[in-house]
C-alpha cells in the first residue's frame, strides 16, 4: 500500500518570499501524486497533479512541482508567496489500479505581512 | 455549476442521536466519497463509491453508513452519534479513469459537533 509523509506540520514565511513544501511517498511502482490546498473554512481543492511525463508540472495560482522518483519526493514550490496563499496544503499519492489517493497529514502555511 | 454540495454546514447531535449528512453532485461522477478530517490527522476515508448501487469501506467506517441509489447523491448516516465522531465532514467526487486516481472534487464540508 502507498503512504505519505509530510514532515512539516506549520511552515511560516513572510509574504514575497520563496516556498517550499515538502511531501514524501512510499510505494514500489511510479505513483500518481496529487497537491490540494485548503483555504479556511473551505474544501479542498487540486493544484496540480503528475502522472507521467515532464517531472516539473506546473499548476494553478503560481505554484509548481517536481517528481523526482530517487527520492521518492514530490515537492510544492512558489517563487513569491502572497498573503492569501495561507492555507493548508495536503499533498496525495495514489496506485495504479486504485481510485482511492492516500492523503498526507497536511502543512498550514502561515504567511507574515 | 454548483459542484459538490453538503448540507448541513453545521450540526450539534447529543450522544445516541442519528442523522445523515447530504451531499450531492451534478458533474455526473461515478466515484463519490465521504472524508472525515481532524487535527494532526490530515484526511481518512470513510466510505466511498464507484457507481450507483456500489459502496465500499475505508479507513474509518465504523459508526456511519452509506448507500448510493443516484450517480448524484451519497449521503452519510450516523446511527447512534459519539463525541469521537465529533469532526468536519467532506465529501468528494470525481471521474473513474481506467484504473488509477483522478482529480477529486470537495464540498465545502459539513462541520458535527457531538455532545
Known amino acids: 500500500a502507498q503512504s505519505v509523509t509530510q514532515p512539516d506540520i506549520h511552515i511560516t514565511v513572510s509574504e514575497g518570499a520563496s516556498l517550499e513544501l515538502r511531501c514524501n511517498y512510499s510505494?514500489?511502482?511510479?505513483?500518481?501524486l496529487f497537491w490540494y490546498v485548503q483555504s479556511p473554512g473551505q474544501g479542498l481543492q487540486l493544484l496540480l497533479k503528475y502522472f507521467s511525463g515532464d517531472t516539473l508540472v506546473q499548476g494553478i495560482k503560481g505554484f509548481e512541482a517536481e517528481f523526482k522518483r530517487s527520492q521518492s519526493s514530490f515537492n510544492l514550490r512558489k517563487p513569491s508567496v502572497h498573503w492569501s496563499d495561507a492555507a493548508e496544503y495536503f499533498c496525495?499519492?495514489?496506485?495504479?489500479?486504485?481510485?482511492?489517493?492516500?492523503f498526507g497529514r497536511g502543512t498550514s502555511l502561515i504567511v507574515h505581512p | 455549476n454548483a459542484g459538490v454540495t453538503q448540507t448541513p454546514k453545521f450540526q450539534v447531535l447529543k450522544t445516541g442521536q442519528s442523522m445523515t449528512l447530504q451531499c450531492a453532485q451534478d458533474?455526473?461522477?461515478?466515484?463519490m466519497s465521504w472524508y472525515r478530517q481532524d487535527p494532526g490527522m490530515g484526511l481518512r476515508l470513510i466510505h466511498y463509491?464507484?457507481?450507483?448501487?456500489?459502496?465500499d469501506q475505508g479507513e474509518v467506517p465504523n459508526g456511519y453508513n452509506v448507500s448510493r441509489s443516484t450517480t448524484e447523491d451519497f449521503p452519510l448516516r450516523l446511527l447512534s452519534a459519539a463525541p469521537s465522531q465529533t469532526s468536519v465532514y467532506f465529501c468528494?467526487?470525481?471521474?473513474?479513469?481506467?484504473?488509477?486516481?483522478?482529480?477529486?472534487?470537495f464540498g465545502e464540508g459539513s462541520r458535527l459537533t457531538v455532545l
Open positions: 468528494a467526487s470525481g471521474l473513474l479513469t481506467s484504473g488509477r486516481p483522478g482529480e477529486l472534487f
Open positions: 510505494y514500489g511502482a511510479t505513483p500518481y
Open positions: 496525495a499519492v495514489g496506485a495504479g489500479g486504485s481510485y482511492i489517493p492516500t
Open positions: 458533474m455526473n461522477h461515478e466515484y
Open positions: 463509491s464507484v457507481g450507483a448501487g456500489i459502496t
